[in-house]
């Protein structure tokens, strides 16, 4: 399975991005997905998750409010809206999908290459 995200790049505080991952090869069925991101010097935290029928959502608590995390019901695409960006969401986002539901990043099996995400003060 291999997972391609785009939609990052540069904005000013207070923009919005919309990060975008597919998910393509053998994948088998529909997969929970979720982001995470890794700023520079730091460990990589989760953002978000989405169960396989969209139904369960789950938000770090920094991004409650400005993100909200979507999947395309016929494929396995997951989005990410970002508002009311910060200097402190300035990250490498990166889209993972697995077997099972969660928000930690042991619990995805895939993994995609990460985009960038810069917010400028």
């Known amino acids: 399975v291999q997972l391609q995200a785009s939609g990052g790049g540069l904005v000013q505080a207070g923009g919005s991005l919309r990060l975008s991952c597919a998910a393509s090869g053998r994948t088998r069925s529909r997969y929970p997905m979720g982001w995470f991101r890794q700023a520079p010097g730091k460990e990589r935290e989760f953002v978000a998750a989405?169960?396989?029928?969209?139904?369960?959502?789950d938000y770090t608590d920094s991004v409650k409010g400005r993100f909200t995390i979507s999947r395309d019901k016929a494929e396995n695409a997951v989005y990410l809206q970002m508002n009311s960006l910060k200097p402190e969401d300035t990250a490498v986002y990166y889209c993972?999908?697995?077997?099972?539901?969660?928000?930690?990043?042991?619990?995805?099996?895939?993994w995609g290459r990460g985009t960038l995400v810069t917010v400028s003060s």
């Open positions: 993972a999908a697995g077997e099972f539901y969660g928000n930690s990043a042991s619990e995805f099996d895939y």
């Open positions: 989405i169960s396989r029928s969209g139904g369960r959502i």
